[in-house]
């Protein structure tokens, strides 16, 4: 069983460009979530997708976009990319339905730095 | 809006004692609940997840944690601690039903373990 996997490892960027950060879900997930970890902070929920839609929203601004692809893996699009973008980003899998607590299976990260 | 608090962003203890690290969550409405581990430069690992099956879970690598509904927390503890349990350690809630929407989680405990 493959896990979750994330490309790519590191990125630096400059400011007011824009980024994709990839995903691939765990095998038999069909639900992808993104999230970004500052340092020393604890992860934030970014958006959620389920069947190729945006399936719930954390507090980030419509520049963070996303696409879920009909194999379940999944892009974190970001524009105009500011300094304080920089960070952990991580995706997680889950399987969606019931019993709700179906846990989220996380990548290693992508580590965005914003000069 | 709910929110997680985790009480000591850094907790040391020495190697065999017990650990406890502590979470509290904002909202009565029963929750799904879950701690995660995350070692350097890695993402994160599930430890243990409350179902409502049980009160007191268990988890992987000897942790557990207990749901106190009436203090709204979930406690995570180890009876004796070992050099591999330092790590930076979250506590994430779901509040959303069907697997939906993201976690919530805790700005993380870094653990230190003292030989």
């Known amino acids: 069983e493959t896990g979750v996997t994330q490309s790519p490892t590191h990125l630096i960027k400059t400011r007011g460009q824009q980024v994709t950060l990839r995903c691939s879900s765990q095998s038999g997930h069909n639900t992808v979530s993104w999230y970004q970890q500052a340092l020393g902070q604890g992860p934030q929920f970014i958006f959620q997708?389920?069947?190729?839609?945006?399936?719930g929203r954390g507090n980030f601004p419509p520049r963070f976009s996303g696409l879920q692809f009909p194999n379940y893996s999944s892009e974190l699009n970001v524009n105009a990319l500011e300094l304080d973008d920089s960070a952990l980003y991580l995706c997680?899998?889950?399987?969606?339905?019931?019993?709700?607590?179906?846990?989220?299976?996380f990548g290693p990260g992508t580590r965005l730095t914003v000069l | 809006a709910q929110s997680v608090t985790q009480l000591g962003s850094h907790v040391s203890v020495s190697e065999g004692a017990l650990v406890l690290l502590r979470c509290n969550y904002s909202?009565?409405?029963?929750?799904?609940l879950f701690w995660y581990v995350q070692y350097p430069n890695q993402g994160l690992q599930l430890l243990l997840k409350y179902t409502s099956a049980a009160t007191l879970v268990k988890g992987i690598n000897g942790f557990e944690a207990e749901f106190k509904k009436s203090e709204t927390s979930f406690h995570l503890t180890k009876p004796s601690a070992h050099m591999s349990d330092a790590a930076e350690y979250f506590c994430a809630v779901r509040w959303g039903g069907g697997g939906a929407d993201g976690l919530t989680f805790g700005k993380g405990t870094h653990l230190i373990i003292q030989p």
């Open positions: 909202s009565s409405v029963p929750p799904y």
């Open positions: 997680a899998s889950s399987l969606v339905g019931y019993p709700a607590y179906n846990e989220q299976f």
């Open positions: 997708y389920y069947r190729e839609e945006e399936n």
